[in-house]
C-alpha cells in the first residue's frame, strides 16, 4: 500500500472515529438535558403537592408515571417522546455551534433551499418518495398488518391526538432530519461519496424504526433514500424536513380519518 492511499484510508477511519465521537456527545449532551428536565418536572410536581388546588393533577401525573391509568400513562409516554426528540435536537443544535462557530449552519446544513421549488427535478422526487410511501404502507396494511404496531396511533382523547400529531409532523420530522441528513449525512458526505453516504445513513434511519417482524424497516429505507436525494439535490436539510413532516402528516390523517 502506497503512502498516498495509507493517508487516504488513515483519513476515512479517522473521519469515521469523529462522526461516532460527536454523535456521542450529542447522545451525552441529550441526556444530561432530558436530566434537567426531570429535576425540574420533580421541583413542579412537588410543588403542585403544597398548591391543595393542583393536587389532583399531581396524583395524575404520579398515577400515570407508575402505569396507572391507561388514558394518563398514554399521555405520559407520547410528553416523555417528545421531551426525548427536543432534548436530542437542543443538543444538536449545541454542539453544531460549540464545533462550529459562526459556521454551524454547514454542519447541519441548514440552508436556504426556495430556488428548488421550480425545479422539475425536486418535484418528481418529492412525489416518488410519497407515492412510494403510500403504496407501502397500504402494501403492510393488507399483507403484514401486524408490521403497523411500529407506525400505530394509540386511541384516546382529544389530548392524545393532539400529542401524536405533534410528535409525528412536528417533532420527529425535525429531529430525525437534523440527525440523519444533517449532522450524519453532511458530516460523510465531506470525505465519502453520494451513494456510499446515502446507503449507510438510510440504513441507520431503517434500522432505528426496526421492529419485531423487519417489514416496517425494509419498507423506511426507500422513504430514506428519497429523503437523503432531496438532501443532495438542494444541499439543505429543510427540504427532507418538509418532506418528512408532509409524509407523517399525510400518514396520521389517514389513520385517524379510517
Known amino acids: 500500500m502506497g503512502e498516498s492511499t495509507y493517508n487516504y484510508v488513515k483519513s476515512r477511519v479517522y473521519a469515521l472515529y469523529e462522526l461516532c465521537l460527536g454523535l456521542l456527545v450529542i447522545l451525552g449532551t441529550s441526556a444530561l438535558l432530558l436530566l434537567l428536565a426531570t ?11 403544597h398548591w391543595s388546588a393542583a393536587r389532583p393533577l399531581a396524583e395524575r ?24 426528540y427536543l432534548a436530542i435536537g437542543l443538543a444538536v443544535w449545541i454542539v453544531a455551534r460549540l464545533r462550529g462557530g459562526g459556521a454551524w ?6 440552508r436556504p433551499w426556495i430556488g428548488w421549488l421550480r ?3 425536486f418535484w418528481l422526487l418529492v412525489g416518488a418518495t410519497l407515492a412510494y410511501s403510500g403504496a407501502a404502507d397500504l402494501a403492510i396494511a393488507y399483507f403484514a398488518p401486524e408490521a403497523r404496531g411500529r407506525s400505530a396511533i394509540p386511541e384516546g382523547s382529544a389530548a392524545v391526538t393532539v400529542l401524536v400529531a405533534f410528535l409525528a409532523v412536528g417533532f420527529a420530522p425535525i429531529v430525525e ?36 417482524t423487519h417489514i416496517y424497516a425494509l419498507a423506511i429505507f426507500p422513504i430514506g433514500l428519497g429523503l437523503g436525494a432531496l438532501r443532495e439535490l438542494t444541499g439543505s436539510v429543510k427540504a427532507p424536513i418538509a418532506l418528512h413532516a408532509l409524509n407523517n402528516f399525510i400518514g396520521v390523517f389517514l389513520r385517524l380519518a379510517s
Open 39 to 49: 429535576v425540574l418536572i420533580s421541583v413542579a410536581s412537588a410543588f403542585l403537592e
Open 61 to 84: 401525573f404520579r398515577t400515570a408515571l407508575n402505569g396507572g391509568e391507561a388514558g394518563d400513562s398514554v399521555i405520559f409516554r407520547l410528553v416523555a417522546a417528545c421531551l426525548i
Open 105 to 110: 449552519r454547514d454542519l447541519i446544513a441548514w
Open 119 to 121: 425545479r422539475r427535478a
Open 177 to 212: 432530519e437534523l440527525v440523519f441528513r444533517g449532522w450524519i449525512f453532511t458530516d460523510l458526505r465531506r470525505r465519502f461519496g453520494f451513494i456510499a453516504t446515502l446507503l449507510t445513513t438510510s440504513a441507520i434511519f431503517a434500522g432505528l424504526h426496526h421492529e419485531d
